[in-house]
């Protein structure tokens, strides 16, 4: 069993940054493939960005260039880093842990974009 718990949403006004945190607990986060989604009222959850276990990335087109995500194995915490913020990227983010057939989910932060 992993339990995640995401930190670090709020709002914040275009262009401006933000930091989310995974932090998890129960087992070494080391052995698993590590993501970031997020959903909007009335959509459907959506990838944005994801770390394998050995360290690749990847993000979705609509925040490649601007997301950030990494791990530290040591302090069983995943990272998004999150610049150039736009209104669009509102949303609920959650955390999102993978090995094999077990799947874990935080229970999200809220992401707000707005002037």
């Known amino acids: 069993q992993v339990q995640l718990v995401e930190s670090g949403g709020g709002s914040v006004q275009p262009g401006g940054s933000l930091r989310l945190t995974c932090a998890a607990s129960?087992?070494?986060?080391?052995?698993?493939?590590m993501a970031w989604y997020r959903q909007t009222p009335g959509k459907q959850r959506e990838l944005v960005a994801s770390?394998?276990?050995?360290?690749?990335?990847n993000y979705s087109d609509s925040v490649k260039g601007r997301f950030a995500i990494s791990r530290d194995n040591a302090k069983n915490t995943v990272y998004l880093y999150m610049h150039n913020l736009k209104p669009e990227d509102t949303a609920v983010y959650y955390c999102?842990?993978?090995?094999?057939?077990?799947?874990?989910w935080g229970r999200g932060t809220q992401v707000t974009v707005s002037s």
């Open positions: 999102h842990a993978q090995r094999e057939i077990f799947v874990y």
């Open positions: 129960g087992s070494a986060l080391s052995i698993y493939a």
């Open positions: 770390i394998s276990t050995g360290g690749r990335s």
